[in-house]
Structures are given as C-alpha cells and as structure tokens.
C-alpha cells in the first residue's frame, strides 16, 4: 500500500477518475512506484508491451514512428496503454524529459484491475476513444476468460 502524498497523487491520474479511495488505496502499491532521470528511454518503437505508465511528476515526451507525431505527458496523465490494450508492440518511444516519478502497472496486473473496477475500463474508453469493436474483451480479460465475463 502507498503512502497518503502518494496515494493523493495517484487519485488525480485520469485512469482512475471515479474510482472510491478505499478501491485506490488497494491498488496502489509503493513498488510501483519509480523514479527517472531525464534523458531515461523508458521504451522504444517495436519493444515489446509490457506496461502503462502512470505520471506522478516530470514530463515524458513519446515519438511516434508511423507518423513522426510527438506528444507531450505530464501531471495526472497515463501512456503506453493503446499497445497493452491492443497487444501489439509499441508504436512509440516514450523518454523522459524531465526527472520524473512514474507509476508502473504490468499488464496483468491492468487486467486484474479492470476486472475488478469497471470504471477503470471506462476511463481508458472514453480518454482513448476508443470503440467497444477496438476494445475487445479479448484483449482486456484473455481469451479464456471470455465465457467468464458475463458481458
């Protein structure tokens, strides 16, 4: 469990926007928790997916290599989950830009969370735009959970 300065930090990420304290303060663990110095490349183009990134403080700039487009994160944003979501390889690196504290959730561990927490799974729809045809219980819960689901 985190302490309560990291646990009010975490509460204002976007992801977990609607989600009950009591709900939060069993998800945030310290371990988690993880400290960059700028310059740091957190992941690159092609790497395979592994985690979502959530900003505590600092700045991360992702490159986009399809398209060159880059973008900018910081305070109370998440990145890297459009790849776990869609279990491909990364489309971006992500550096640091800035010294930054991230919180880091492996890819089991976001799907036990979205299981557990609905609004979680709401919160990466509607940030990401994402259609219920792109986000596929597949993908969130594992083929072998599908007959489990109830959905």
Excluded at 19 to 32: C, G, T
Aim: glycine residues 6%; neutral net charge.
């Amino acid at each position: 469990m985190a302490d309560n300065k990291q646990l009010q930090i975490a509460k204002s990420n976007k992801l977990f926007d609607g989600l009950q304290e009591d709900s939060l303060s069993r998800i945030i663990k310290n371990k988690n928790f993880i400290t960059v110095n700028e310059g740091i490349i957190l992941y690159s183009s092609g790497d395979n997916t592994s985690d979502v990134y959530l900003m505590i403080e600092g700045e991360v700039k992702l490159k986009f290599s399809e398209n060159r487009k880059v973008e900018f994160k910081d305070l109370f944003d998440f990145f890297g989950e459009a790849e776990v979501l869609s279990n491909k390889n990364r489309i971006s690196s992500a550096i640091a830009n800035t010294n930054c504290l991230l919180y880091k959730i492996n890819v089991d561990e976001l799907k036990s969370i979205i299981s557990k927490y609905p609004v979680i799974k709401n919160n990466l729809k509607r940030i990401n735009s994402i259609g219920n045809n792109e986000f596929s219980e597949n993908v969130i819960y594992g083929s072998e959970a599908l007959g489990t689901a109830g959905s």
